[in-house]
């Protein structure tokens, strides 16, 4: 299977306890972006990379969130002292560089409740 | 804050009847994309457009863009259960930005 896959799919943490998701994209789409959904929302955006480089980041991402690509590949999310607002489903899509409305693909979630 | 109305926001229906969403914005899109997600999943693309105007059918389902790109609609023929799910609609602003917008999405329910 080729798709963007994400790890964990599940995770519950006690509050202030700190939590890292990873996401492996398509293999050969240079561009990552992570989104976070919470119930009756559609999806909000996050931050996305273009290669290694983290070129765009939401005021949603506060200090405690933290995202990284080191080497253009896969990338991590990482949330620090969580609190129970960020329970919610953390998204992963990928897409190529290029024209055709640069069509973006969704990995499966990881689902996040903080206790 | 959602820049993206979708409506209506829930609709329930029998199979075999027909619907149409929209996705509205006051801001022109660059591009306009159309998922369906379902629960405890990532949304799945159904379409892309980026012409004003542009029409595309996939299967039962028409997809528009409004001429002056700023809104679009979805319409399902026939609708069967298989459709239920979250349509979500999401946009990018202007050319050489790749961050997608989405609305809230309709929430679809189809009867058997």
């Known amino acids: 299977d080729t798709g963007v896959s994400q790890d964990p799919r599940h995770k519950i943490t006690k509050r202030g306890q700190n939590v890292t998701f990873r996401c492996d994209p398509i293999?050969?789409?240079?561009?990552l972006y992570w989104y976070r959904q919470t119930l009756g929302q559609g999806p909000e955006f996050l931050t996305y990379?273009?290669?290694?480089?983290?070129?765009?980041k939401s005021r949603l991402l506060s200090d405690r969130f933290s995202a990284e690509r080191p080497k253009g590949s896969f990338s991590t999310l990482e949330i620090q002292r969580t609190e129970q607002g960020d329970s919610a489903m953390y998204l992963c899509?990928?897409?190529?560089?290029?024209?055709?409305?640069?069509?973006?693909?969704f990995g499966e979630g990881s689902w996040l409740t903080v206790v | 804050t959602q820049l993206l109305e979708q409506s209506p926001q829930f609709l329930s229906i029998q199979e075999g009847e027909n619907l149409t969403v929209y996705c509205n914005s006051s801001?022109?899109?660059?591009?306009l994309q159309w998922y369906r997600q379902e629960p405890g999943e990532g949304p799945v693309l159904l379409v892309t457009?980026?012409?004003?105007?542009e029409v595309k059918k996939l299967k039962r389902l028409t997809f528009q863009f409004g001429d002056a790109r700023k809104d679009s609609s979805l319409h399902i023929t026939a609708a069967q259960p298989g459709d239920t799910g979250l349509y979500l609609c999401?946009?990018?602003?202007?050319?050489?930005?790749?961050?997608?917008?989405f609305g809230t999405g309709t929430r679809l329910k189809v009867l058997a």
């Open positions: 457009v980026v012409t004003g105007g």
């Open positions: 990379f273009q290669n290694e480089a983290q070129l765009e």
């Open positions: 293999s050969e789409h240079n561009r």
């Open positions: 899509a990928s897409s190529s560089q290029g024209y055709s409305g640069n069509t973006i693909y």
């Open positions: 801001s022109v899109f660059s591009s």
């Open positions: 999401a946009l990018t602003k202007q050319s050489g930005t790749y961050k997608y917008i």
